[in-house]
């Protein structure tokens, strides 16, 4: 995190994970069908659930459609008991990755480590595959959810996590570009929205290279490209998003009232 954003969360009163959680959770409508991974993707799914989207189903990896987490019980992994309290159904984490394949999911949503200008989301390794310097949890069901659906990636903004080319694509964004993705046998799906803690970015309809489309408040273009690692582009009207209001954070502090996604 910048010293800039750390500087502006102390200011308005909410941390860049709060900020990250609310304006990811905006995204997502009534209705909708959508694939979380455990941290900012799983509370901005429920914050839409009990704000504007009662009608939204949350899937979890572990087998678990229909979630609906409790206050103060978020749990750690899509692995986890507390996934299936109140739940529709309780499946087989291989018949919930066919939901995918069959078409029935609109929204998946995931972090990753690394991303680069087109969208690959690296989460098995940094540096050099033969001698990797980080090791990372892995693909899981990352590589089937971003091949099959809409994807709305949540995470900090740094140059060392936004970087021309990831050190491996675990999960497919529109890998070279142009039709790339739909060369390679994947029509369906693709990156839809990159929220991080200096703005929200989509990607350009022909070079499927990433965008600038809003920013939040007090933060500059020039400052969200001093972060990334390769030229980004702009859209040629920026928006300005609407900083989280007193009842966002209200029932998102509600959720996570022991910090484990929000510190």
Do not use: W
Request: proline letters at 6%.
């Amino acid at each position: 995190m910048t010293t800039e954003t750390m500087t502006r969360a102390r200011q308005r009163d909410y941390t860049a994970s709060e900020l990250l959680a609310v304006m990811a959770g905006r995204l997502l409508e009534d209705g909708q069908v959508v694939f979380a991974g455990v941290g900012i993707p799983l509370l901005a799914a429920t914050l839409a659930q009990r704000l504007h989207g009662p009608g939204l189903t949350i899937l979890f990896e572990g087998g678990t459609i229909g979630a609906f987490v409790e206050p103060g019980q978020l749990p750690p992994s899509t692995n986890e008991q507390r996934c299936t309290r109140r739940a529709n159904m309780v499946l087989s984490s291989t018949d919930v990755l066919l939901l995918l394949q069959r078409g029935y999911v609109d929204i998946g949503f995931m972090g990753g480590a690394q991303i680069d200008q087109y969208g690959n989301l690296n989460s098995s390794f940094i540096g050099d595959p033969e001698n990797p310097t980080t090791r990372l949890p892995g693909t899981g069901g990352g590589n089937d959810i971003s091949s099959l659906t809409q994807m709305i990636v949540a995470m900090k903004h740094e140059k060392r996590r936004f970087v021309e080319k990831v050190d491996f694509i675990t999960s497919p964004g529109f890998i070279r570009g142009g039709t790339s993705r739909r060369d390679a046998g994947l029509p369906a799906g693709g990156m839809y929205r990159v929220v991080t803690d200096l703005t929200v970015m989509g990607f350009d309809e022909q070079t499927k290279r990433m965008k600038v489309l809003a920013l939040h408040p007090g933060v500059s273009l020039e400052e969200v490209r001093d972060n990334t690692g390769f030229p980004l582009l702009a859209a040629d009207r920026i928006e300005t998003t609407e900083p989280p209001s007193e009842r966002e954070l209200q029932v998102l502090r509600h959720l996570d009232p022991d910090k484990l996604y929000i510190a």
